[in-house]
Structures are given as C-alpha cells and as structure tokens.
C-alpha cells in the first residue's frame, strides 16, 4: 500500500558525468548568484541549468513525506521533489530560471523534510534551438510523443511524429463493446492509431505531419531478432498492419503487402527520413526506459539512420517507463522535474524544455484525450490514494487518478541531447 515502487537503494548518489559548457562550484548557504562574462555572447544562451547537489531526507518527516527544495528568485519560486527517504547526490533543475541565473541574479534554494549540504556544482548548458530545426518524434505507442514531448513539439514550427504500434494490446475496456477479445483489441487499435493521427493537433503538429506505421504491441522485439519473419498481434490474432495505417494521409512502400517484419519497419523508417528530412530525432533512451517496445524502436531508428543517405544532427532521448522507479518525474502536477535516478556514470548533455503553466494545462487534455490514459476504477489504487493523501499529504489527484496526469504535467521536460558527428 506504501511501496513507492523504488527499485533501487534511495540512499546512494545519483551517478551523472555532465558535459556542461559552464560549471561552478557554488555555497547554497550564501544563494546561487553567477558572474557570468557579458561579453560573451554564449553568456545569455545557457538554456539549461543543473545543479548537483547533497540532499538527504531528514530523519522522521523525509521517510514519511516527500523531500522538496523550493527554489525561488524575488516573487518567482517553485518546487521540485525526490524520492521519500533518498540520500545522496541529486540533480536539481534550475532552468525555471535560466534568465535570472543568465543576468547574474541571486537564486535561493530551501528543502523541506531534507537538508541541503552547503556546497553543490552548477552546470550550465547552451543548446541550440531546437524548436527552429525540423524535428522527427519517434513514438512507440500514441501517447509516447505527449508524455515525453508535448510541451517541446507545441513550440516547435516543424515537427513530424511517427508512431510504431497501435498498442492493441491489453483490451480488457473493449470487451463490453465486443465480447470476442480478437475484435476488442482491433477496436483499441484502431482507436488509439486515431489518437496518434489526431491528438497532436492540440499542440499545432497537421494531420498530414503524423503517420501511424501500425505495427503490434510487444513485438518489436520478436521482429528484431528474425527480421523476414512475420508476427502476428497477440491479441488481435492479425497479420496485416494496414488495418491500423487507415487515418495516414500519406503512402509507404510497405504499404503494397502489410507484412509485420522488422525488415519493413526498417525500410519504413529510412521512407520517411528520406521524405522528412529531420535536423533532430526524438526518440526513447534505450539505457533509462524498461519498455522493450521502447528500446527497439530506437534500435530500429538508428538502423534506419546507419541505412539512409540523411545525417540529423541531434538526437534527443526520452524515457517513459523508468527501471529504476515508476514514479518519476517526482511530485505533483506542474513541479518541476529534476534529472532522473541514474546509476551508469555515462557522460551527458541535458536539455529541459520549459513550458509555461498554459502549455502544461493543454498537456494534460491532450493526455485526458488518449483512449488508454482514461482513469481506471481500481480498488487497491482508489485506496492507496485516498491513504496517501490523508495522512502523508499526498494529493496528486488533481486531474484524475491516472498517474501520468501527475508525472508527465510538470514544468518542463528533459532530454538527453547527443550530437551526430
């Protein structure tokens, strides 16, 4: 009933390499003020601040509460969270304040139910824009793109979303529609390839921006390792992705037979790099995110990378299902987001979107809009809600019990950034 669902030790440091542009060793005791060089031009482009700081729940209240640092500058201030018991190194996002950090205003950072060490180190990221750049979204299932990126693709001018699978899969809701499980799981299929045509408009990304390749839930794995052969939908007992492909506007070559192979999805994918000639590719980090469907759109993106004559030139990684916890991002709706629990010691780049409280809003009706994040009546959940809320002060709730309407909702969005040399 209080699980968490931690699944690492909370009391060991955070194991990120940053590969900043600026960094600094700052005292939080005397608040974050930087000196940065007016002069130099770079100076006002750090678009993305991370401090690296010693958080440890305090005693009683941080086992009990979640542990917040309130960071604030002025009138403007605002929250984000760690996990209930944590210690050690944890990245806070400062980048709710990149313009105050940039003119060398004085930041201040507070915990509550954890203490704070006195020293910590800034880092200071200048990313290009990437909402000027044509961005190609890789999208395992619909509601993939939303979750990871609705707030980044809204303020893009040129954003082209392909989703991989009609996620047909788990139909149970369907059933009372049709009884035969064969027909649910086409009719969940067919819905939510609506959704990952559709829903997008919301955030200003056309119709005919967004394809919908139709391939089956939970088998991108399978195809991948016996590439010519065909697998069917587990569910929906089918062995033809048109019947999904229905609300594209646009034509594939694998159009002409249907057949679920990894060796179309491949040529699927190096079709539409070809025709959209993406300058940024988003897609699921296949080091942070558990999803095989995850992990295996993104090997299937880099193959068809590795195969076509177009060079991106940024890749941005996301993750929806966390291994190490299913809590993350921490906290309520419209938080901020930190860095997520990471342990592998890779050295990084970070980009976080920020989204203003009306773009965060939008999100969370372009996620309400999705046929598979509609609140479920489950008992145990129900319960370990209303507990939480009563008695350690947890309400996250605010637009429904589906949990992603709290974690997705948050302040910004965060991204590892790899540049394509």
């Known amino acids: 009933m209080w699980s968490d669902h931690i699944f690492y030790d909370p009391k060991q440091d955070y194991l990120y390499i940053l590969n900043s542009d600026f960094q600094l060793q700052v005292d939080l005791r005397e608040g ?11 100076s006002s482009r750090f678009d993305t601040w991370i401090l690296a700081q010693k958080i440890k729940a305090t005693s009683i209240a941080g086992q009990i509460f979640d542990p917040a640092v309130t960071v604030c500058c002025g009138s403007k201030q605002h929250k984000q969270y760690f996990e209930r018991g944590g210690a050690g190194i944890r990245y806070i996002n400062l980048s709710d304040f990149a313009e105050e950090l940039n003119s060398g205003q004085l930041v201040h950072i507070t915990g509550k139910h954890c203490s704070l060490s006195g020293t910590g180190t800034i880092h200071g990221f200048c990313n290009p824009n990437f909402s000027q750049k044509r961005i190609l979204i890789i999208a395992p299932h619909a509601d993939d793109a939303e979750l990871s990126s609705f707030g980044l693709y809204s303020q893009s001018d040129d954003v082209h979303i392909v989703t991989l699978t009609a996620g047909e899969v788990e139909m149970d809701d369907f059933s009372h529609v049709y009884h035969q499980p064969e027909q649910a799981s086409v009719l969940k299929g067919r819905l939510r390839s609506m959704d990952s045509i559709a829903i997008p408009l919301l955030g200003g990304v056309p119709q005919e921006r967004c394809i919908q390749l139709g391939y089956f839930c939970k088998r991108l794995k399978d195809m991948k390792q016996q590439p010519d052969k065909e697998f069917a939908s587990l569910s929906a007992k089918i062995t033809d992705t048109r019947i999904f492909r229905e609300f594209n506007s646009q034509n594939l070559l694998s159009d002409s ?22 300058k940024v590719i988003v897609m699921p980090n296949p080091d942070m ?12 993106m880099k193959e068809a990378i590795a195969k076509s004559s177009i060079e991106p030139q940024y890749e941005l990684f996301y993750a929806n299902h966390y291994h190490t916890t299913d809590m993350f991002p921490f906290g309520p709706a419209h ?44 008992l145990k959940k129900q319960l370990r809600s209303l507990l939480q809320g009563l008695l ?4 996250f709730w605010r637009y429904g019990s589906e949990p992603y309407l709290h974690k997705a909702v948050k302040q910004n969005e965060v991204f590892i950034v790899s540049e394509i040399k």
């Open 32 to 42: 974050i003020t930087l000196k940065l060089d007016t002069c130099n031009t770079s």
């Open 257 to 278: 037979d249907g057949r679920p192979t990894w060796d179309n999805l491949i040529q699927d994918l190096v079709e539409l790099l070809g025709n959209i000639q993406p």
């Open 289 to 300: 995110d558990a999803h095989d469907d995850h992990i295996y759109s993104t090997i299937a």
């Open 335 to 378: 938080s901020a987001a930190s860095l997520p629990p990471d342990f592998s010691g890779h050295s990084v780049r970070v980009y976080s979107c920020q989204s203003d409280i009306d773009l965060q809003k939008r999100k969370v009706f372009s996620l309400r809009m999705m046929h598979d994040l509609k609140d479920k009546w489950v």
């Open 392 to 395: 350690i002060r947890r309400r």
